[in-house]
């Protein structure tokens, strides 16, 4: 079974910065993609970034870019989300998001899911 675990959350002061983590595991195959979604109380669940093999392909949503990056360690089976400027609008519970078939970037084309970390953003 594929196991996704994400880190890197916490408390920050608006116009800081995050660098969040997910580390997979489970599986020794190729490479899957990795995706991190957001979702707030209240509202829905939103996708934020993505990748797959380091420049092969990814996406930002349009929420995020310019302030977010999103990068990968194949070695360590790793993807990192770099937040700066941190907005009072970012704080949600992240998702890390996995799948074996790439076949798209929408939430329902990924099959797992890790149990989030918090992200509060505070004035």
């Known amino acids: 079974q594929v196991h996704l675990v994400e880190s890197g959350g916490g408390s920050v002061q608006a116009g800081g910065s995050l660098r969040l983590s997910c580390v997979q595991s489970?599986?020794?195959?190729?490479?899957?993609?990795i995706a991190w979604f957001r979702q707030a109380p209240g509202k829905e669940r939103e996708g934020v970034a993505g990748i797959y093999k380091s420049d092969l392909g990814s996406y930002l949503g349009d929420s995020v870019k310019g302030r977010f990056s999103i990068s990968q360690d194949e070695t360590k089976k790793t993807v990192y989300l770099q937040m700066v400027g941190l907005k009072s609008e970012d704080t949600a519970m992240y998702y890390c998001?996995?799948?074996?078939?790439?076949?798209?970037?929408?939430?329902?084309?990924?099959?797992?899911w890790g149990q989030g970390t918090q992200v509060t953003v505070s004035s």
């Open positions: 998001a996995a799948d074996h078939y790439c076949k798209s970037w929408r939430e329902a084309d990924f099959g797992y």
């Open positions: 489970g599986y020794t195959g190729h490479t899957m993609c």
